[in-house]
């Protein structure tokens, strides 16, 4: 049972980080597209703080060590 839910966090970890990077990444070309005022990346914008907040808690329990 450990080791599945162990094997379980893991994916879930990868899976935020790579949606993390890619809202990232969508941000970053439309703001230099000048699109900081759509609401796609007000929407990008809402969820990178939604990310970055998991992953602020993987951080204080000193499970992930990403900046």
């Known amino acids: 049972?450990?080791?599945?839910?162990?094997i379980a966090f893991e994916d879930m970890l990868?899976?935020?980080?790579?949606?993390?990077?890619?809202?990232?990444?969508?941000?970053?070309?439309?703001k230099a597209e000048g699109k900081e005022k759509t609401v796609t990346y007000r929407q990008l914008?809402?969820?990178?703080?939604?990310?970055?907040?998991?992953?602020?808690?993987?951080r204080t329990y000193g499970l992930i060590y990403r900046e």
């Open 45 to 58: 914008f809402a969820n990178k703080l939604r990310l970055q907040a998991m992953l602020s808690y993987y």
């Open 14 to 30: 990868k899976a935020i980080l790579s949606q993390y990077d890619s809202t990232v990444e969508k941000m970053a070309k439309l």
């Open 1 to 6: 049972m450990d080791e599945k839910r162990l």
